[in-house]
Every structure is written in C-alpha cells, then in structure tokens.
C-alpha cells in the first residue's frame, strides 16, 4: 500500500455499523464526504454528526439489496461485531466497484490513518493494522513535541516568496529555508507571530 491524500468532496462513503466505531469512521469522513450509514440502532454521538442514517437490519437483507445501499459508493467501511457479516458486505462492495475498509482489520484495500491535523497541514500515520497503539503514540508525540508547526508552514511559506524577489540562487533559497527549520531560535521567535519571525530570518540569513 502506498500513502494517498484525496479529495473526497460530493463522494458517497457508506459505513455498515452504527456504534462506537462506525460514529468515529463518520465523524473522520463526514466534513467531507456523503456518509451513510447502516444499522439497525445508532450510537448515541450520531446526533452530532452529519451524516445519513439508514436504519436497517443487514443480515436479514439480501445481497442485492444490500448492494442497491452501496451502488455509487467510493468507499465502503465495514464496523459491525460479526466478521463473516464485514466480509460479506465488503465482497459486496467489490462487487459495486468501491474501495473497502474493514474496521476491524480483516480485510479490505484502504486503511484509514491516525492524523495529526492543523490548519496548514495534514499528517497521516499507520503501521499497516499492526499496532493501531503505536500510531496513536506517534500522533501524541507529534502534537507534544513538534512545537507550531502551523506556524512554521506559515513563516517557510513567506519566506519562499520574500527570497524569490531577493535571492537569486535557488540552492542558496533552498539552505536558507532549512536553516530556519533547523534553528530553535526560529521557532521560539513564531510566538510572536510569522511576520516578526520572517523578518528576525531575514536579519538572521540574508
């Protein structure tokens, strides 16, 4: 598997499973995408979430009917107690021509990341279902001890734009930016916000 950022706007995600799981796989899509979800009974957090609820009982429907719910679908999500219930719905979903993720680590050809998210930026972690602990811990450590990264995105961003005007030589553009990222100082100076901290590495570098 190889990592993938997409855009998911106006896609239809369909999540079999309405507890516990299946309302933090909607909350994870549904800024984005169209969530439905399907379920006999709905986690109580689904009130706060925008997605679709499809209140049905899927081991007593059969295929095509289960597959008329997940026609159209980019990707289906499996999230219900029964193994043999998310392999059949994910064969299914194949069978539709949709991605699938089963939540419980099955089966399936997506896997969806622990993310560590800002306004600027966007970081996906997994460790291939093996240890769903230790992506958690990557991500805690990141948040911990990564310091503004936000701000740090908005400081390299004006930079590369103020040195395209006075620096010539890309290499050189190229091992100031990287100082900057390296040096402590740096990203002491971004608590006072990413204007006073470009100019303190202009005065700094150039």
Request: glycine fraction near 8%; charge should be negative.
């Amino acid at each position: 598997m190889i990592p993938l950022m997409m855009d998911l706007r106006g896609a239809k995600v369909v999540i079999a499973g309405g507890g516990a799981v299946g309302a933090r796989k909607a909350r994870y899509f549904a800024h984005e995408a169209h969530v439905v979800v399907l379920s006999r009974s709905f986690h109580p957090d689904f009130a706060e979430i925008a997605a679709e609820t499809v209140e049905c009982d899927l081991a007593e429907m059969h295929d095509d009917e289960i597959a008329s719910l997940l026609t159209g679908s980019f990707l289906v999500i499996t999230a219900l107690e029964r193994a043999e219930m998310n392999q059949r719905i994910g064969f299914l979903a194949r069978r539709c021509g949709a991605h699938v993720n089963d939540a419980g680590g099955e089966g399936g050809d997506v896997i969806i990341p622990s993310v560590v998210r800002g306004d600027t930026y966007c970081i996906g972690i997994s460790t291939h279902g093996r240890s769903p602990a230790v992506a958690r811990h990557l991500r805690f450590c990141i948040e911990e001890h990564c310091g503004n990264i936000d701000g740090m995105v908005r400081l390299q961003e004006a930079l590369r734009e103020d040195l395209k005007q006075r620096v010539p030589d890309q290499r050189v553009r190229s091992r100031i930016l990287n100082a900057v990222l390296d040096d402590p100082a740096m990203w002491d100076a971004l608590s006072h916000g990413a204007e006073q901290a470009k100019e303190q590495a202009l005065r700094k570098y150039l």
